[in-house]
């Protein structure tokens, strides 16, 4: 197993095949749920929702090929991708904003399962300090340089409204985080070195409404505009 | 403009194109906010985090080609993908589930602002129906027939615990809604010919993960397996 372990140096990995490598895992995950231990990259693709095609080009960077006429080691693979994404490793998270949207996160359960451990809720308001949500205490947001320091916090989750997004960011870099997941509907300014990977919790139920309106009798035709053409507003 | 509006059928663009297409909808409608007239694909490429190719293999999809030398006029090209989409339209939207996750999806502002109108909030629990959340009416579950068939209602989203989810899953289609959302992490099953898509809120904390783990000094080592190799257990 040592000799498979080698993985191929993660700079080759293109951000498309990075991108689907979570998906890969959650597929992974629950077909080990269910008790399978190999699968063919039909299954798995199917799975995952991808063209088994592109699944074996996108593990073949992982030096994963499988085994002919056995299909892939399900438990090892598993292992193999989320050592490549990095989650076999515990990532000390904060949690910036304990409004409705951050209590949902802390509550989250899908976080811990793949290594991400809250360490720290913030919030501005003195009201809520009391308070632990998910075994976790509220903090004040001064607490963030010597919660960075005592956890090693390197992921910084925004979940405030949007005015105060972009000052929050700008603490947490000053903190030394280096990368933010911000769930504000706002555009983030960071220094380089910093990723900031932005969730529009919109995005799945546009795919949705793709296949509903060509489900629906009325076929694309546009009954309520809710978006009009704004060529004209343009000039 | 009547002749550039006859896109290709929808049953030509690959689901991997309609997965990207609120993306270049979102990076549109924030360069249209800039006051930006025209883009190149280069611009809007990197404004929505793909290559320029694939971007203009994916609008090639729609007939939009872009003006050589000129580039895509944004108010247009961001109608046209609206409308590809199905986001011109009305999208009456109920949401099952008003914990903490149910109350932010029912405050999140991209909803409306891409067309999904929120017209219920229903609630198992009979001490929350006198509730309005961002000013939607909080009702009982045994409404929704009623409410499905008042407004139309085509998209259902699951924000309910685990253990609730595939019964609510199986009353909504039952209601007759095909499209539903789940963030409930559970599998759900429903009948052929009803769409689900479920939104897991770790995907982007872990390819932020495995970006941070190549800016980490300790490079990809492991030191807290949080996720062991379990090759062993699966015999």
């Not at 191929?8 to 992974?28: F, G, H, K, N, W």
């Not at 949500?133 to 925004?158: K, S, T």
């Not at 972009?166 to 903190?175: F, S, T, Y």
């Amino acid at each position: 197993m040592t000799a498979r372990s080698s993985a191929v140096s993660a700079r080759d990995i293109p951000e498309a095949t990075v991108a689907r490598l979570p998906v890969y895992l959650r597929a992974l995950t629950a077909l080990a749920e269910d008790g399978t231990v190999t699968c063919s990259s039909q299954e798995l693709a199917s799975a995952a929702g991808v063209n088994s095609a592109k699944l074996r080009k996108d593990l073949s960077y992982l030096g994963s090929y499988g085994t002919r006429g056995v299909g892939y080691d399900v438990a090892y693979l598993r292992y193999q991708i989320a050592r490549q994404i990095g989650v076999t490793q515990d990532w000390p998270v904060v949690i910036v904003g304990i409004g409705n949207l951050g209590q949902a996160l802390a509550n989250y359960s899908g976080f811990r399962s793949r290594g991400f451990r809250v360490v720290a809720l913030l919030d501005a308001d003195p009201s809520r300090h009391q308070e632990r949500i998910a075994g976790v205490a509220v903090r004040p947001f001064g607490d963030l340089d010597a919660i960075v320091a005592e956890h090693g916090v390197a992921i910084g989750v925004v979940a405030t409204p949007a005015e105060a997004a972009q000052e929050v960011a700008d603490r947490l870099v000053d903190a030394g985080i280096r990368s933010i997941l911000n769930f504000a509907p706002t555009v983030l300014a960071v220094p380089a070195g910093v990723d900031v990977r932005k969730v529009d919790l919109s995005i799945e139920l546009q795919i949705l409404a793709y296949h509903e309106q060509r489900k629906s009798p009325q076929g694309d035709s546009s009954p309520t505009p809710a978006i009009a053409p704004i060529q004209e507003s343009a000039s």
